[in-house]
């Protein structure tokens, strides 16, 4: 069994000094105080924390989890916001190329500004979560640990990917419609996708934040804190030591005085947590950055230098320790590989055309192909319809413009339900949650028929194994069949002796009984004719 953690053992015998009404305020009973510490270490009592013990720790964490995730929402709300605003700022601009590029500079300027706050709230997320967990005051190191990455893991991954969720699968759904448009501060429209579909955009996306992260945080970040963390230890003893030292340290510093210069080793949570978090960049939408698992293998080339640098010249040695497994990580990444496989397939089946394009081919169109995909995917609108003052110009055109179209499955002006959802819309959906249910069975089914085929531990060595555990088996049953002949044995010569001593001790009970008897011509009688003469 594990031993508690100190933290939990002074918390459980804090809780035992007040049940005791004890305090060592008061000197007069510090030596109680102290008695009573010794009776609590020695006394074999099965007290621990309860649950109402550790409300106030359970209360603090969710509120300031629910509100950290609620920070990164309004990070991301807040970049949606200057993608608003900035877009429509610079289409009123006089600059032709300006006017012409403006997707593209929202959405750069976009994207390093997501990286920039996830570099950021990745940093305070993970003081913050080591905190969180402190105040839970866990009672064993490994308890510690499994909640300490669980909560650094979920702010993490909300901080890192929620910019991207985002765009895979709410940029453009809830824009409106001409005529209904969704409008931000009562005069910006909601952004919508670009015309050939928001994948373009997600694939950037990833791109940039997936690289930048890699680049700054996971490589930059590894050696550069390091090095400043030992450099400002090196000025702050410096001026901490007295002038005078002695020449020959100065000149020749022992190897122990060198390491103690260098940082401190904190555990391989964080090297853990840089992996699932590319991992989770690698699985989850791939569909969308088919080259991720490229760039993810390249940056683990560097990564294997960096740390074996880092490790050996930068931090202290750590203290070894035995482990069974990877422990709640083989959970997380098992978690993220089933996940990655329903994120994919609402990436192909809602983000992306694929769905639609097949359901034109092999459903609406006349000979099979693609053409006419494009008009079959827009809409009529009666710009009569738009309030006044959003109509377009008639001067900018030919003739008068009575119809514009837009993308979306929607019934034409002259319907009796007019810009309702057509009969092709609800078709497309019912095949996007299809494709969803079909691809997410198939690859189950595909995961756990190769996990069967190709077994974790080959088949020749599982027989070795069972052959292993049946010879020990056989040993220890001879083992203990051997130590019961011997029990037997010595039970049977113990039998024998007890026999012997009771046959030996009734003779000799015998002998004297037959000795004690007097008739005539005995000695008593002797005795007394001797004493008559």
């Avoid at 969710?62 to 609620?70: A, C, S, T």
């Avoid at 709230?121 to 979560?129: C, N, P, Q, R, S």
């Avoid at 990455?149 to 895979?168: D, E, G, Q, R």
């Avoid at 069949?481 to 010569?493: G, P, W």
Wanted: hydrophobic share 40%; with cysteine.
């Amino acid at each position: 069994q594990e031993h508690p953690r100190p933290e939990y053992e002074t918390k459980l015998l804090q809780k035992k000094l007040k049940n005791k009404n004890i305090t060592t305020e008061n000197p007069n009973e510090l030596c109680h105080a102290c008695y009573f510490v010794c009776v609590f270490c020695l006394q074999d009592e099965k007290e621990k924390l309860t649950c109402s013990d550790r409300m106030p720790g359970y209360a603090a964490n969710f509120g300031l989890i629910l509100f950290m995730i609620m920070l990164t929402f309004s990070a991301v709300f807040g970049v949606i916001v200057y993608r608003i605003t900035t877009a429509a700022a610079l289409s009123f601009s006089t600059n032709e190329t300006t006017r012409s590029n403006v997707r593209v500079t929202v959405t750069a300027t976009a994207v390093i500004i997501n990286l920039v706050v996830i570099l950021i709230l990745d940093e305070i997320y993970g003081a913050v979560a080591k905190w969180l967990t402190e105040i839970e005051i866990p009672k064993t190191e490994k308890t510690f640990e499994e909640r300490l990455i669980l909560k650094a893991f979920l702010l993490k991954f909300v901080n890192s990917y929620a910019p991207i969720f985002y765009v895979a699968f709410f940029k453009g759904r809830f824009v409106g419609r001409p005529g209904r448009y969704v409008y931000v501060f009562e005069g910006y429209r909601m952004e919508e996708c670009a015309p050939g579909g928001c994948l373009m955009e997600l694939c950037i996306q990833l791109s940039i934040i997936m690289l930048g992260k890699q680049l700054i945080q996971n490589n930059l970040f590894e050696i550069g804190i390091p090095k400043l963390k030992k450099l400002f230890r090196k000025l702050k003893d410096e001026r901490t030591e007295p002038k005078e030292m002695d020449t020959n340290q100065s000149k020749d510093p022992q190897q122990w005085d060198l390491d103690y210069t260098l940082e401190p080793f904190t555990g391989l949570t964080p090297e853990y947590m840089e992996m699932i978090i590319q991992f989770g960049f690698v699985t989850l939408f791939v569909a969308s950055f088919p080259l991720a698992p490229l760039f993810a293998l390249l940056n683990n080339v560097i990564e294997v230098r960096l740390d074996a640098k880092k490790f050996v010249t930068e931090l202290r040695r750590p203290d070894t320790v035995r482990a069974k497994d990877i422990g709640i990580w083989y959970d997380i990444l098992s978690g993220i590989g089933k996940l990655s496989v329903i994120i994919n397939a609402f990436v192909i089946a809602v983000t992306s055309d694929f769905i639609p394009r097949l359901m034109y081919q092999y459903a609406y169109s006349q000979n099979g192909t693609m053409h006419g995909f494009i008009n079959h995917t827009l809409s009529y609108f009666n710009v009569s319809h738009l309030k006044p003052g959003t109509q377009p110009e008639n001067s900018l055109f030919a003739q008068d413009v009575l119809f514009c179209r837009f993308k979306d499955y929607r019934e034409p002006p002259w319907s009796p339900n007019q810009y309702e959802f057509s009969k092709q819309y609800w078709a497309v959906l019912s095949a996007r949650l299809a494709f969803v249910i079909l691809f997410q069975n198939l690859v189950m089914f595909l995961s756990v028929l190769v996990d069967w085929m190709i077994p974790d531990i080959p088949k020749d060595i599982s027989q070795q194994i069972k052959k292993e555990k049946t010879v020990l088996v056989d040993f220890f049953l001879k083992e203990e069949h051997e130590k019961l002949k011997l029990i037997e044995s010595f039970m049977a010569r113990d039998k024998r002796k007890h026999k012997s001593g009771t046959k030996s001790r009734r003779s000799r009970a015998a002998s004297f009984s037959q000795f004690n008897r007097s008739p005539k011509g005995s000695f008593t009688s002797f005795s007394s004719q001797h004493t008559v003469v």
